[in-house]
């Protein structure tokens, strides 16, 4: 298997741009491809989710189907087993208790997380359409993820400018193939 990179962080902080930016800048890498039981966003991409319901989630999850699941604000979200023969590394867009269950199991996994000030956080919230008590709901959560990511070791990248912030990351990620 490749190498396992965990990119976290609170929502609106940029991780799923990043990503994008990150795969068309390095064909070495691919994305893995969440569940969640979540309704699809509007400014959610075509592809970024499977969207399943409770059931089905629930199925899944007891087949051993995850290499790890969560909930979150209510909603189940699973990464599905890596592809053993995947030769590409392979980037988790997950939140730090996801990357605590695989770091457990996959000790080499690379974990970055991705972050904001808690200004900017609300500001991007706001813009895409998050409810006032959801988005101070998300910055309370951010600061827990913060303190866990820290005691996890994470790298940090705080992303206020997303040339520089792919940028660093794309060379955390290089120096881990080393």
Known sequence: MSLIIVISGPGGAGKGTIVRQLCKRDPKVTVSKSWTTR?????????????????????????????????????MYGTPKPDNKEERDLILE?????????????????LIFVDVEDSELRRRLAQRGDETDKIEERVIEA??????????????????????????IH???SKARL
């Open 143 to 168: 600061k827990r993820e913060r303190k866990e990511a820290k005691d996890l070791n994470y790298k940090f990248i705080l992303n206020d400018d997303l040339e520089k912030a792919t940028k660093e």
């Open 39 to 75: 309704k699809p966003r509007t400014d959610d991409k075509e592809d970024s989710y499977f969207f399943v319901d409770d059931a089905t989630f629930r199925k899944h999850k007891e087949e051993g189907g995850f290499i790890e699941w969560n909930e979150f604000l209510g909603f």
């Open 94 to 110: 997950i939140d730090v208790s996801g990357g605590r269950q695989i770091i457990t199991k996959i000790p080499e996994t690379v």
């Open 171 to 173: 060379e955390i990620v």
